[in-house]
């Protein structure tokens, strides 16, 4: 028989889940700690950007499949999704998952599967677990795990399926129980280990794109140094059979790969070297793209900058090094700058340029700051762009300029 599932935290990760879950026929109940994504949830409509969720919710809600709550209701197995920030000194903050936690503990019955799939520090699951002990010291035989998301923003729901996943429980029965659980919708492997070796795999995945892409960033700097085309550098070093440099950019932007290695260093700090050398890289990179197209504005010229958002043709503005480094061009040389980003509607709060169409844009004169990779300013035509000076930190004009 289908387990009931209790998903609490209804965001990026929690709500695809959950109306996954209700879409393979499972009674499932949404949990969120905010009123207003309840309100939306409920009627049919969804508060983030990802396709197909919300013709999935819609689906589960006629069918009686998908309820919301603001306090966990008893189930099966309960699923914690919430939010896991940086606080000071780049530690992590817990706050939610406790939280999430204590708020779940009243719901529970003997032999439930409690999964945590928020990122998190080594040793968290194992606070769950010590805190539920404390407030349910009767239930001797709870299935508690850890079950990280590898999924990719814009591809959500088919990651949730395809993608090989990680189940690692307090005990080799939490395991095996979690297993069977992914293994309802999981067509990828569900790979087996132990709570705290699944909790550093997660943080090991994040940390390796960002040192990957922190050796990217600093060889832009050094070629820039040399006088060199970084691109073409890494275009043919990539043809050795054993090398794989990544493409850098302005600096790594979204919740994920910027936020998590902290969470790394942050357990052993005399251990992590490279780890938090790697986002100094980071801002160093930020701070060289702020410099060069600063350089341009002091010189009077009018500057256009391209994206906004972390990543190409998404609207995800979090931890974005695109939106820091055109907000703080905007406060630097005001009048000067003018912002274009197509997938947002209006300028986010706090940005004193301008933002406007592309076309709009490119009918004056200005030099172009390429910051986010959109398939819109890719197709923007040579002649638009010929005479304008050009800072891309993308590498996206550079294909058909290559010899
Ligand atoms: N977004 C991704 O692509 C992604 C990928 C892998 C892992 N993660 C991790 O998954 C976790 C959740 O991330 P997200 O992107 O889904 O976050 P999110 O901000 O999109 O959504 C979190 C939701 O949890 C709710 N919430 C917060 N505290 C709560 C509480 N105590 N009880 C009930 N609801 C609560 C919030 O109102 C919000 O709707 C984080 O640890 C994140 O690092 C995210």
């Avoid at 920030?85 to 032999?111: C, I, K, N, Q, S």
């Avoid at 299935?143 to 814009?154: C, N, Q, S």
């Avoid at 923007?380 to 050009?390: L, M, T, V």
């Amino acid at each position: 028989m289908n387990p009931r599932v209790t998903v609490i935290g209804l965001g990026y990760v929690g709500l695809p889940t959950a109306a996954l879950l209700a879409s393979r026929g499972m009674a499932v109940q949404g949990v969120d700690s905010n009123p207003a994504v309840r309100a939306t949830l409920a009627e049919g409509r969804i508060h983030i950007t990802e396709a197909d969720v919300e013709a999935l919710l819609e689906r589960a809600l006629r069918a009686g499949l998908f309820t919301l709550h603001a306090q966990p209701p008893p189930a099966d197995v309960f699923i914690i999704a919430v939010p896991t920030p940086l606080g000071e000194d780049h530690a992590p903050m817990l706050g939610h998952v406790l939280d999430a936690t204590r708020a779940l503990a009243p719901a529970l019955r003997p032999g439930n599967l409690v999964l945590l799939e928020s990122t998190s520090p080594i040793g968290t699951t194992a606070r769950i677990a010590a805190l539920l002990a404390e407030l349910r010291p009767e239930l001797t035989d709870l299935a508690i795990a850890y079950g990280p998301e590898r999924v990719l923003p814009g591809r959500i729901l088919t990651e949730l399926v395809e993608n090989d996943r990680v189940a690692g429980g307090l005990t080799p029965e939490a395991t095996q129980r979690a297993q069977d659980f992914y293994r309802l919708f999981v067509r990828g492997e569900v790979v087996g280990t132990d709570a705290a070796t699944a909790e550093m795999v997660k943080l090991a995945e994040n940390a390796f794109r960002d040192v990957n892409i922190a050796f990217a960033n600093e060889l832009s700097l050094i070629a820039d140094a040399q006088g060199l085309d970084v691109w073409r550098v890494i275009e043919i070093a990539n043809r050795h059979p054993r090398v794989q440099i990544l493409r850098p950019g302005p600096g790594v932007g979204g919740h994920c790969i910027a936020v998590d290695p902290w969470f790394l260093a942050h357990a052993a700090p005399d251990a992590a070297r490279l780890i938090p050398a790697a986002r100094a890289v980071d801002a160093a990179k930020r701070a060289a793209v702020l410099d060069a197209a600063s350089a341009i504005c002091a010189g009077g010229e009018r500057l256009i900058c391209l994206g906004l958002t972390f990543k190409a043709d998404v609207d995800d503005l979090r931890e974005s090094p695109a939106l820091d480094i055109a907000a703080e061009l905007a406060r630097r040389h005001p009048g000067q700058v003018v912002l274009v980003e197509p997938h947002l509607r209006a300028a986010p709060p706090g940005l004193t340029a301008p933002l406007v169409s592309l076309e709009e844009a490119l009918a004056g004169p200005g030099a172009l700051l390429v910051l986010t990779d959109h398939a819109a300013f890719r197709r923007i035509p040579r002649a638009q762009r010929a005479g304008r000076r050009i800072l891309d930190t993308r590498g996206i004009f550079r294909d058909e300029e290559s010899p």
